[in-house]
Structure formats: structure tokens, C-alpha cells
């Protein structure tokens, strides 16, 4: 046997969504865990995104009356993930999320973790069979991070999004010159605000707020957990896993692992030669994921005989990333790298570099980068460009400015944004060709006067809705492009993390190129090949099955293990 310095039942490596899920359920059944995270940090990128998860036929849905079943949700995967024959995205891994994501879900309840429903975020594809208008998001509540104990708040990773807000609230702000909802919520948000700091409370939005709450109760559970501790390579024994080497004190360290070790570490998206191999033409710039994303333990993993797929596949984040904001990396105040919401929004779309418009930009945020990076793949389309005219400039918020308000100099004098009279010049200023943008132009008008964009049925779904003009009394997806001055600005496709790792089963077990399991080793989150294979299938699907193979992994090794009974 090895020679250990200390031994847990459960190590898991890194600190991200559900590694403190798959925690709580080893504690639940008295076995003793240890979280080993790489940064100084907790949380992961989990903790700097929206936090929402992806969880179908839950309690919340059925508490608020909202339809939804076992066999409807598998009829959405089937019609969407289940179109692609994929090792990460097997029908058993699929049928094994239905059953098991609610349940994490009351399990979290019944641990004290406070969370919600968002009232409506449709599923991105909620127009296929199976498909919810409704949505079927779980986030958790607003949460006070100075309830941790002394010295815990310091260590929880900051939010992407500096108001005390639910994410529902923030939909409604960049209205607020507009509609009395969007006045109310800000008033809502800033007395929120204000009575925390009368108050000496610290509230967190978003992720922040659900690895704020998963913390809180791993450390009442006694779940030891260290920061600055990452896992730098597997112990195996007859191609078994039984521990990890971490480093103390500047030395390398050597835990054993009695059931087996939880890799949930992250994707590559911070990882440029791992980029350049499985997703040419992506940059480590145009992601908004933690700096330690580099795929490392993947890495080790692969190492150790473990097989990897859907490498090439990432939760896309449309970017416009002007001067001054060229890395998301360092965290993204919401808004204001463009992306889905902004883009989507009416008196705008999107074109290659030879000025044809190619998708709906109401797709999904994945959708709309694959089908760009696909696009590049035929015709210039990296950057591609996104053009707008003066209606949009006058009612939507531009990259987190007010609508109607002066952009800054620099994005003009930079090329980054450009501005002209008409769409000729505009096109002139684009290096492209005035009657080819003016055919997209006049085209895409012309079809918007008709209330059907019959090239790419854009505002058709809920979800299309959703991402256009929340107040508009018409077509809230659809508007022309005709009132001058016209504007053009580059739009590159980012990401939120990788989601292509290592292939594990539905017991989240790592598996072989053989198909047999590594005993002892799990893996979730990005570290693992998606079980919605190429597909978003809605807000969550990161961290929704981060969590739910974060509980299976953990229920699993004690289980099988012959020890919890």
C-alpha cells in the first residue's frame, strides 16, 4: 500500500459546482471528505456565472403548477442532445440525469440550502418537442456571505455581477428608461443595497450566492476544505486510483482516498495549446472562465488511461470585446461584453465579413458560436460583425452603456466600432461590399415589415422573445435597420468554459478507452464530456449536471464501497 501522509474517505479536486454537492452526501453518510482547490479561491467559475442549473421536472416547477414529467423532458433531450451519437451524451447517462437531477435537488433542500425558480427563462430550444416555454432553471437564493464563519467570505470567489439582485430582477434594468418594471426593480435592487449596508450584511447574486450557501453548509458538515492545495497528480496501484499528491507547506503531499477521488477541476478554456489541438481558431482571451481553467487534470486523467471526447465542443459566449475590455478572464461586470442578451435585441444582426447575415441571432449563446465558428470554417467570419442602427443606439444599453448616450471615443478610434451615415459607408468602412450589405439589409427589412424572418425564423421561439425587447408592444425579437447613423462592431465567439473531458459513465465513473471503468476515479463538471453533447439545452447546463454528477459520484463510491450499507 502506499505511503500516505493522511487519508480521507473522498478527496475532491476542485472547489466548483458540485464538488461541495458530492461533499454534503459523503458527510450525509458519515464518511469524511476533502476538498483540495488549486487557487486561493472558492467557488470556481461556478461562483462568477449566473449559478443557475438546468434541472428538469423539479419541485419548484411543480410547486408553481408548471407541467413538466420524466418522459417530457426525455422527448427534449432526445430531440436535441440525442440527435448526436456521443460518448459523453449515451441514452443510459441521459435517462440517468432525469432521474437523478431533482433528486439532488431535494437533497440540497434538506440540507438548508435555500434556492428558487426563475418564473420564466424558456429552454433554449423550447420550441422542439418536449421543449419549456417556462423554463426550467434553479438558482439559489440571495445570500449573505458574512454568515460564514471568520475568515470564509475572503475566501469566496467575487461575482461577475456587482448588484444585490435575483437574476429576474436584473432582466428587467436595461429597461428601466422605458417601463415602470424596470424603474421598480432598480428601486427594489438599490434599497436592497441599502438596507444590507445599514445593516452590515454582504449580499450575494448569482453563483456567488449558490457556492456562498454550498459552503456554508459543507463547512457545518465538517467537510475539510483547503484553498491553495491543488491536486498536482493521481496515486494509482494496479490501475486502480487511491489517492492524490497535493503540496503542504512547499512540499508534495500524499492523501489517500479509502473510496475514491472526485476530479472536478474544470474544463481547458484557459489552456491555448489545448485549444489549438481540439478547438482551432478559439483564443484563451475570449473566455470568462477562472484563470486556473487550464485543463490540467485532464490532463492527468488522460495519463492514466482515461479516454476524452467532445473536445471540440464549449458553452459558447458570444463577445464584443472592445478596447479596455479585451480580457472577460479577469471578470466581466454583467452586460457588458455584449453577448446573447445584447445582440438579440431588435434593430440589429449579425454578419461575415462578406456582409451576409448566416444565423438567427436569437440563437442559443452554444448555438450562435458553433454556428459562427462553423461559418469561419467556409467564409471570414471571425470576427464577424454586428450591425445596428440609430434606433438601437437610442433604446437598448450598448456593452453596459445607456441607451442614448455617447460611446466612448476610443472604440471608434480604435476601428473596434464603427459608425457611418449610411449602410454603403458603413460597409466601405468594413471592408465590404456596399450591395452585399445592403441586400442583407434591405433584405432582412423587408422580411421584419412582414413580422417573419423567413431566412432564419428568428422571434419564433419563447426563447427568441425572451432575449429581444422585454416592453415591446409588437414583434419583440424583430426591427429594421434603416434610421441612420448605422453601426458596426466586432463580435468574436467566447465562452463560459470547455465542455468537452474525460468519458465517465452514469455512475460518474471515469471510464477507459475500453469502456471499462478506472476504479476509484470520478469526474463532473467540464472536466467531463457533456451529457447534453453538443447542446445547451437551456440556462444551467453547466452546472446543473456538475451538481447532479457531483451527488451520483458520491452516493456511488459509498455504495460500492460495501462500507455505508
Given at each position: 500500500?502506499?505511503?500516505?501522509?493522511?487519508?480521507f474517505?473522498?478527496?475532491?479536486?476542485?472547489?466548483?459546482?458540485?464538488?461541495?454537492?458530492?461533499?454534503?452526501?459523503?458527510?450525509?453518510?458519515?464518511?469524511?471528505?476533502?476538498?483540495?482547490?488549486?487557487?486561493?479561491?472558492i467557488?470556481?467559475?461556478t461562483?462568477?456565472?449566473?449559478?443557475?442549473?438546468?434541472i428538469?421536472?423539479?419541485?419548484?416547477?411543480?410547486?408553481?403548477?408548471?407541467?413538466?414529467?420524466?418522459?417530457?423532458?426525455?422527448?427534449?433531450?432526445?430531440?436535441?442532445?440525442?440527435?448526436?451519437?456521443?460518448?459523453?451524451?449515451?441514452?443510459?447517462?441521459?435517462?440517468?440525469?432525469?432521474?437523478?437531477?431533482?433528486?439532488?435537488?431535494?437533497?440540497?433542500?434538506?440540507q438548508?440550502?435555500?434556492?428558487?425558480?426563475?418564473?420564466?427563462?424558456?429552454?433554449y430550444?423550447?420550441?422542439?418537442?418536449?421543449?419549456?416555454?417556462?423554463?426550467?432553471?434553479v438558482?439559489?437564493?440571495?445570500?449573505?456571505?458574512?454568515?460564514?464563519?471568520?475568515?470564509?467570505?475572503?475566501?469566496?470567489?467575487?461575482?461577475?455581477?456587482?448588484f444585490?439582485a435575483?437574476?429576474?430582477?436584473?432582466?428587467?434594468?436595461?429597461?428601466?428608461?422605458?417601463?415602470?418594471?424596470?424603474?421598480?426593480?432598480?428601486a427594489?435592487i438599490?434599497?436592497?443595497?441599502?438596507?444590507?449596508?445599514?445593516?452590515?450584511?454582504?449580499?450575494?447574486?448569482?453563483?456567488?450566492?449558490?457556492?456562498?450557501?454550498?459552503?456554508?453548509?459543507?463547512?457545518?458538515?465538517?467537510?475539510?476544505?483547503?484553498?491553495?492545495?491543488?491536486?498536482?497528480?493521481l496515486?494509482?496501484?494496479?490501475?486502480?486510483?487511491?489517492?492524490?499528491?497535493t503540496?503542504?507547506?512547499?512540499?508534495?503531499?500524499?492523501?489517500?482516498?479509502?473510496l475514491?477521488?472526485l476530479?472536478?477541476?474544470?474544463?481547458?478554456?484557459q489552456?491555448?495549446?489545448?485549444?489549438?489541438?481540439?478547438?482551432?481558431g478559439?483564443?484563451?482571451?475570449?473566455?470568462?472562465?477562472?484563470?486556473e481553467?487550464?485543463?490540467?487534470?485532464?490532463?492527468?486523467?488522460?495519463?492514466?488511461?482515461?479516454?476524452?471526447?467532445?473536445?471540440?465542443?464549449?458553452?459558447?459566449?458570444?463577445?464584443?470585446?472592445?478596447?479596455?475590455?479585451?480580457n472577460?478572464?479577469?471578470?466581466?461586470?454583467?452586460?457588458?461584453?455584449?453577448?446573447?442578451?445584447?445582440?438579440?435585441?431588435?434593430?440589429?444582426?449579425?454578419?461575415?465579413?462578406?456582409g451576409?447575415?448566416?444565423?438567427?441571432?436569437?440563437?442559443?449563446?452554444?448555438?450562435?458560436?458553433?454556428?459562427?465558428?462553423?461559418?469561419?470554417?467556409?467564409?471570414?467570419?471571425?470576427?464577424?460583425?454586428?450591425?445596428?442602427?440609430?434606433?438601437?443606439?437610442?433604446?437598448?444599453?450598448?456593452?453596459?452603456?445607456?441607451?442614448?448616450?455617447?460611446?466612448?471615443?476610443?472604440?471608434?478610434?480604435?476601428?473596434?466600432?464603427?459608425?457611418?451615415?449610411?449602410?454603403?459607408?458603413?460597409?466601405?468602412?468594413?471592408n465590404?461590399?456596399p450591395?452585399?450589405?445592403?441586400?442583407?439589409?434591405?433584405?432582412?427589412?423587408?422580411?421584419?415589415?412582414?413580422?417573419?424572418?423567413?431566412?432564419?425564423?428568428?422571434?419564433?421561439?419563447?426563447?427568441?422573445?425572451?432575449?429581444?425587447?422585454?416592453?415591446?408592444?409588437?414583434?419583440?425579437?424583430?426591427?429594421?435597420?434603416?434610421?441612420?447613423?448605422?453601426?458596426?462592431?466586432?463580435?468574436?465567439?467566447?465562452?463560459?468554459?470547455?465542455?468537452?473531458?474525460?468519458?465517465?459513465?452514469?455512475?460518474?465513473r471515469?471510464?477507459?478507452?475500453?469502456?471499462?471503468?478506472?476504479?476509484g476515479?470520478?469526474a463532473?463538471?467540464?472536466?467531463?464530456?457533456?451529457?447534453?453533447?453538443?447542446?445547451a439545452?437551456?440556462?444551467?447546463?453547466?452546472?446543473?449536471?456538475?451538481?447532479?454528477?457531483?451527488?451520483?459520484?458520491?452516493k456511488?463510491?459509498?455504495?460500492?464501497?460495501?462500507?455505508?450499507?
Amino acid at each position: 500500500m502506499s505511503n500516505f501522509d493522511e487519508t480521507f474517505d473522498f478527496v475532491v479536486a476542485g472547489s466548483g459546482g458540485g464538488s461541495m454537492c458530492a461533499a454534503l452526501m459523503m458527510r450525509k453518510l458519515g464518511k469524511s471528505v476533502v476538498i483540495l482547490e488549486k487557487s486561493n479561491l472558492i467557488g470556481g467559475t461556478t461562483a462568477r456565472s449566473g449559478g443557475v442549473m438546468w434541472i428538469p421536472n423539479n419541485r419548484f416547477m411543480k410547486e408553481a403548477g408548471v407541467e413538466d414529467s420524466y418522459e417530457k423532458a426525455a422527448t427534449y433531450l432526445d430531440s436535441t442532445s440525442g440527435q448526436d451519437d456521443l460518448p459523453g451524451s449515451t441514452t443510459e447517462r441521459r435517462a440517468t440525469y432525469l432521474r437523478e437531477s431533482p433528486k439532488m435537488i431535494d437533497f440540497l433542500v434538506e440540507q438548508g440550502i435555500k434556492l428558487r425558480r426563475i418564473p420564466h427563462y424558456p429552454d433554449y430550444h423550447d420550441h422542439l418537442p418536449g421543449g419549456s416555454a417556462p423554463g426550467r432553471t434553479v438558482v439559489a437564493e440571495l445570500f449573505n456571505v458574512n454568515e460564514l464563519p471568520d475568515g470564509w467570505a475572503a475566501k469566496l470567489r467575487p461575482s461577475a455581477i456587482p448588484f444585490p439582485a435575483h437574476l429576474d430582477e436584473l432582466y428587467w434594468l436595461p429597461t428601466l428608461t422605458r417601463s415602470m418594471k424596470g424603474k421598480m426593480n432598480l428601486a427594489k435592487i438599490m434599497l436592497r443595497g441599502l438596507v444590507a449596508k445599514l445593516t452590515g450584511k454582504s449580499i450575494a447574486p448569482a453563483g456567488r450566492a449558490l457556492q456562498g450557501r454550498m459552503l456554508q453548509a459543507a463547512l457545518k458538515a465538517n467537510v475539510d476544505i483547503r484553498v491553495s492545495s491543488g491536486v498536482d497528480s493521481l496515486i494509482t496501484e494496479d490501475g486502480a486510483v487511491k489517492g492524490v499528491v497535493t503540496t503542504k507547506n512547499g512540499a508534495p503531499w500524499r492523501i489517500g482516498a479509502n473510496l475514491g477521488v472526485l476530479i472536478n477541476a474544470g474544463g481547458f478554456a484557459q489552456n491555448q495549446e489545448m485549444r489549438d489541438k481540439y478547438m482551432p481558431g478559439t483564443s484563451a482571451k475570449w473566455t470568462g472562465t477562472v484563470a486556473e481553467d487550464t485543463g490540467a487534470m485532464i490532463q492527468e486523467m488522460m495519463a492514466k488511461g482515461a479516454a476524452v471526447a467532445q473536445m471540440d465542443t464549449a458553452v459558447g459566449c458570444q463577445m464584443a470585446l472592445p478596447p479596455g475590455r479585451e480580457n472577460p478572464g479577469d471578470g466581466v461586470i454583467f452586460g457588458s461584453f455584449g453577448g446573447q442578451m445584447d445582440i438579440a435585441k431588435p434593430h440589429s444582426i449579425l454578419v461575415d465579413q462578406t456582409g451576409v447575415r448566416y444565423m438567427s441571432e436569437g440563437s442559443s449563446y452554444t448555438e450562435f458560436c458553433a454556428t459562427q465558428r462553423k461559418r469561419n470554417e467556409q467564409v471570414p467570419a471571425i470576427p464577424s460583425l454586428w450591425i445596428m442602427d440609430d434606433q438601437y443606439m437610442k433604446t437598448f444599453m450598448f456593452l453596459g452603456t445607456m441607451p442614448g448616450k455617447a460611446k466612448k471615443q476610443e472604440w471608434y478610434d480604435s476601428g473596434w466600432l464603427k459608425k457611418a451615415g449610411t449602410i454603403e459607408e458603413l460597409a466601405t468602412l468594413c471592408n465590404i461590399d456596399p450591395a452585399t450589405l445592403k441586400a442583407t439589409v434591405d433584405n432582412f427589412n423587408a422580411d421584419v415589415r412582414t413580422g417573419v424572418d423567413r431566412q432564419f425564423h428568428r422571434g419564433e421561439r419563447a426563447f427568441d422573445k425572451w432575449l429581444g425587447d422585454a416592453v415591446a408592444t409588437g414583434n419583440a425579437s424583430l426591427g429594421t435597420i434603416e434610421q441612420g447613423p448605422f453601426y458596426a462592431a466586432q463580435v468574436v465567439p467566447g465562452d463560459v468554459s470547455t465542455t468537452g473531458g474525460v468519458v465517465t459513465d452514469s455512475n460518474a465513473r471515469v471510464l477507459r478507452e475500453d469502456g471499462t471503468p478506472i476504479p476509484g476515479l470520478y469526474a463532473t463538471g467540464t472536466s467531463s464530456a457533456s451529457v447534453f453533447g453538443r447542446f445547451a439545452v437551456g440556462a444551467g447546463s453547466n452546472i446543473g449536471p456538475a451538481f447532479t454528477w457531483g451527488y451520483v459520484a458520491a452516493k456511488h463510491a459509498a455504495y460500492a464501497s460495501n462500507i455505508a450499507g
